[in-house]
């Protein structure tokens, strides 16, 4: 996989990245929607979290932008692997088990702080116009996840970037941020409360995305709550079904 990242043509690395991107799209947010809509409900396993309607044409709106989001996603996998053949980033050599373990945690920490500061400054009056889009889905669905402005797609998109410069990672490190952020993207849009009476941590981002959705301000986190908690933005949801700062 190394050799072959390193060894293809421009052409060749945008054409792999958009069989990537569509296909992770289209499969998650299939998968989502038939667990979330049909097989939980059948067996009576949770319940929507926001039980309002969509808006019209919703979905409509949704795959398309989210078809120009896969375009840049997948043709924009040029700009990590030009790095590469810049000799500005290098990927490992023959990365342990444990190595390719630290480096998804650490991935993981910095796409939570990355997707913070990004979605902050999309939520300023200067960027708002390039992230309401987003937030045209007030009522989430399984295909929101990829429901941005191109601006926004290429603001998170960039997130591999800085890392690369500053580590070599694994390629299984770099290719598995994409596909789990995708994957959590998708449950955090799904709308649905898989077990309401579990304080599980994927269950709790869920709950604050879309609670995210229908109040605009506050919850700006990707998954876990560490960067709202830290500046002071994380919105709480009383028993009472009010919600506070
Ligand atoms: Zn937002
Ligand atoms: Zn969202």
């Not at 078809?67 to 290098?90: D, H, K, N, R, Y």
């Not at 009383?238 to 700062?245: L, M, Q």
Request: hydrophobic fraction near 50%.
């Amino acid at each position: 996989m190394r050799e072959f990242v390193l060894n293809c043509s421009a052409l060749e690395i945008m054409g792999v990245g958009l069989v990537f991107f569509i296909a992770s799209y289209l499969l998650f947010g299939a998968v989502n929607t038939l667990f979330t809509r049909k097989i939980l409900p059948a067996m009576q396993m949770g319940k929507p979290l926001d039980l309002r309607s969509l808006s019209a044409g919703q979905y409509r709106r949704e795959i398309q932008l989210s078809a120009v989001t896969v375009f840049i996603f997948g043709a924009g996998v040029i700009f990590p692997w030009g790095l590469l053949q810049l000799g500005w980033a290098s990927l490992a050599v023959d990365p342990s088990l444990s190595q390719i373990l630290m480096e998804m945690l650490v991935l993981i920490i910095w796409n939570e702080v990355h997707f913070y500061i990004n979605h902050r400054l999309l939520h300023t009056k200067l960027l708002q116009r390039f992230h309401l889009p987003h937030h045209g889905s007030i009522v989430t669905t399984p295909w929101t996840a990829y429901s941005f402005h191109p601006v926004e797609a290429l603001m998170l998109g960039s997130v591999l970037m800085l890392p690369m410069v500053l580590h070599d990672f694994s390629i299984h490190a770099l290719i598995f941020i994409p596909l789990f952020s995708l994957l959590i993207n998708t449950l955090g849009h799904a709308n649905y409360d898989i077990n309401p009476a579990s304080r599980f941590f994927i269950y709790q981002g869920m709950r604050r995305h879309q609670l995210h959705h229908a109040l605009f301000n506050g919850n700006y986190g990707f998954m876990l709550p560490f960067m709202d908690k830290l500046c002071g933005t994380a919105l709480q949801k009383n028993s009472d079904e009010s919600v506070t700062r």
